[in-house]
């Protein structure tokens, strides 16, 4: 069965960078992209931007570019994803999530890494 | 970008009422490429609907959705005790793929 699994909570300094790694099995990585999406506190869900698996090519939403890095390691079948000049308002949780065979709708989660951005 | 508003915000029903959330989208929505996921609190969303109105593997018949173009509704036909959560609508016709803002569903 598809599993996505990411790494553990982390608490960040203002202006810092983290880094969320999300390791996929049970299919075949190079064939989906893989999604990020947040959700701050009591807030709603934000798309941040896409990679493909296969070629490495990244879509970023605008509110994020300049900002993140999407990457995956083939070798490993993890995604990650990278974000820098951290304020309190990336005080989140960050979801991996992989799109579909034709379509980047989510059938399969992992189970979200909560970022605090606290001094 | 396409903005989609969700409503109500807030739907206050009793199991066994039948549920009805809406969805508009600012443009067309492309193909129809709508999605709607449930989630519950301290877990990821969960896809339900997908394209509009193909359900999503292992969801209950109970849930349905419809519509086209700028409007989509996501049914619940008769609402049971772990129905009661937050529903968010997702389109991914268009880069960059966005959310709605979320309808809860609350016991009354």
């Known amino acids: 069965q598809v599993q996505m699994v990411q790494s553990g909570a982390e608490v960040k300094q203002p202006g810092a960078s983290v880094k969320v790694s999300c390791k996929a099995s049970?299919?075949?990585?190079?064939?989906?992209?893989i999604s990020w999406v947040r959700q701050a506190p009591g807030q709603g869900l934000e798309w941040m931007g896409w990679i493909s698996a296969d070629t490495g090519n990244t879509n970023y939403a605008q509110n994020f570019q300049g900002r993140v890095t999407m990457t995956t390691d083939t070798s490993t079948n993890t995604a990650y994803m990278e974000l820098r000049s951290l304020t309190s308002d990336d005080t989140a949780v960050y979801y991996c999530?992989?799109?579909?065979?034709?379509?980047?709708?989510?059938?399969?989660w992992g189970q979200g890494t909560l970022v605090t951005v606290s001094s | 970008e396409i903005a989609l508003t969700q409503s109500p915000g807030t739907l206050s029903l009793s199991p066994g009422e039948r549920a009805t959330l809406s969805c508009r989208a600012s443009?067309?929505?492309?193909?129809?490429?709508l999605a709607w996921y449930q989630q519950k609190p301290g877990q990821a969303p969960r896809l339900l609907i997908y394209?509009?109105?193909s359900r999503a593997i292992g969801i209950p018949d109970r849930f349905s959705g419809s519509g086209s173009g700028t409007e989509f509704t996501l049914t619940i036909s008769r609402l049971e005790p772990e129905d009661f959560a937050v529903y968010y609508c997702?389109?991914?016709?268009?880069?960059?793929?966005?959310f709605g803002q979320g309808t809860k569903v609350e016991i009354k």
């Open positions: 443009q067309s929505v492309y193909s129809s490429y």
């Open positions: 997702q389109q991914y016709g268009s880069s960059p793929w966005t």
């Open positions: 394209d509009a109105s």
């Open positions: 999530a992989r799109g579909s065979y034709y379509a980047e709708y989510f059938p399969h």
């Open positions: 049970g299919y075949t990585f190079t064939t989906y992209g």
